[in-house]
Structures are given as C-alpha cells and as structure tokens.
C-alpha cells in the first residue's frame, strides 16, 4: 500500500533563507505528484505538479524535482519570506488512476 | 472564475441526523473527489467519481455515500454521522487522471 511521508513535520527559517523541503514515497509506481499549499483553516492551493515522466517542475521561486526509482521528490523555496509561511503538502496519485495518497505536511514558518 | 464550492462551510450536528455535504465545479471536470482531513492522518481519500454515475470507494469509505447524477455537482452524504465523523472535508475536482487536482474551501462537520 502506498504510503507518503514529509520530514521534517515542522520547520522554522528566518526571512531570506532557501530551503528544501522532502516528500518520500513508498511505491515508485505513480502517475504524477503534486504540491500542495495550505493556510490555516483553508483549503488547498496547488504549486506544481509532475509528471511521472518528468524530473523537474518550476513555478517563480519554487523548484519540484522527482526521482521516481527512489521514491522521492523535492520542494526548494528560493529566498524565503514570511508570507510562504504555510503548511505544504505533496500528494501522489498511483498507483490506480485517481488513487491518491497524501503526505501529513510540513509545517513551515519564515521569522522576519 | 474557475473553482470548487462546497456548502455548508461549517455544520454542527447530533449523532444519527441525516446531512448532505454540497460540492459543485464550475470547470467541466469529469473527475471528482472527497477527502477528510483529521490531525496527524492527513487527507484521506473517501470517494471519488470518474464521470456521471460513475464512483469508487477511496481509502476510508464507510459511513459515507455518495452520487454523481450532474457533472458539475459530487454530494457527500452522512446518513448517521458518528462523533467520528468530525473531520474537515474537502472536495476536489480535475480534468482527468493525472492531471492536476482543484480544491474546495472546505467544511468543518462536528458531530456531538
């Protein structure tokens, strides 16, 4: 059974930093991932999607990679700000088409 | 504007009292889904619709029921909640397998 896990479960960086965060899967057998933003008491806003047959995924300061062989992928935020303090998730969809499988998030706080 | 609506947005209900959670696309989605999401468990998959009349049980479908008879609308139905059923759900829609996934706001269900 698929399973995702995000570590670290919570992180705190001061305004300016880059970071990484991490989302580890177990069945290398998916049909893409995505990330995840989500605010307190809100909803879900999506940032970047890959393909499984893709390796990367860009959208202004973040970068997504995959490695499908070793079940992992990669959000790096560039110069951190306050304002990306939020929760990210990632999400896998296989393997089964429109099976998806989420990560319990990591909880992110950019200190000014 | 492209989005997911759910209503209600908050409910507060007793234990075994019928309730029917709304969600609706504006997008022409074919594929839609429900999630909760509870503390330390992440979102879990409850059912999901490939198109009209067509649906499948996700991860944590019982106690659930669901119904696609409109394209643009997924109803979730709780036909006795359970206090275990307090959760926060959202609902998700997208073009189709392996594409990218839109989220409703959310509803915040307690049950007493």
């Known amino acids: 059974k698929q399973e995702v896990t995000q570590i670290p479960a919570a992180l705190s960086v001061p305004e300016g930093e880059n970071l990484v965060l991490n989302c580890s899967f177990t069945?290398?057998?998916?049909?893409?991932l995505q990330w995840f933003r989500q605010d307190p008491g809100k909803g879900l806003t999506s940032l970047l999607l890959?393909?499984?047959?893709?390796r990367e995924q860009t959208s202004g300061r973040l970068n997504a990679s995959l490695d499908k062989s070793s079940g992992r992928s990669t959000l790096y935020i560039a110069a951190s700000q306050p304002g990306d303090s939020a929760t990210y998730l990632c999400?896998?969809?296989?393997?089964?088409?429109?099976?998806?499988?989420f990560g319990t998030g990591t909880r992110l706080k950019v200190l000014a | 504007e492209a989005q997911v609506t759910q209503n209600p947005r908050y409910l507060i209900t007793v234990t075994g009292k019928k309730l029917t959670v709304t969600c609706s696309q504006n997008?022409?989605?074919?594929?839609m889904s429900w999630y909760r999401q509870d503390p330390g468990l992440g979102l879990r998959q409850i059912y999901y619709?490939?198109?009209?009349?067509?649906?499948d049980k996700g991860d944590v479908p019982e106690g659930y029921k669901v119904s696609r008879k409109e394209k643009r609308n997924f109803p979730l139905i709780l036909e006795s909640p359970s206090p275990n059923q307090t959760s926060l759900y959202f609902c998700?829609?997208?073009?189709?397998?392996?594409?990218?996934?839109?989220f409703g706001p959310g509803t915040r269900l307690t049950v007493t």
């Open positions: 998700a829609s997208t073009t189709g397998g392996r594409d990218e996934q839109y």
């Open positions: 069945d290398s057998a998916i049909y893409n």
């Open positions: 890959i393909q499984s047959s893709q």
């Open positions: 999400a896998v969809e296989g393997p089964g088409t429109y099976k998806y499988i």
């Open positions: 997008m022409n989605h074919e594929y």
């Open positions: 619709s490939m198109n009209v009349e067509v649906t």
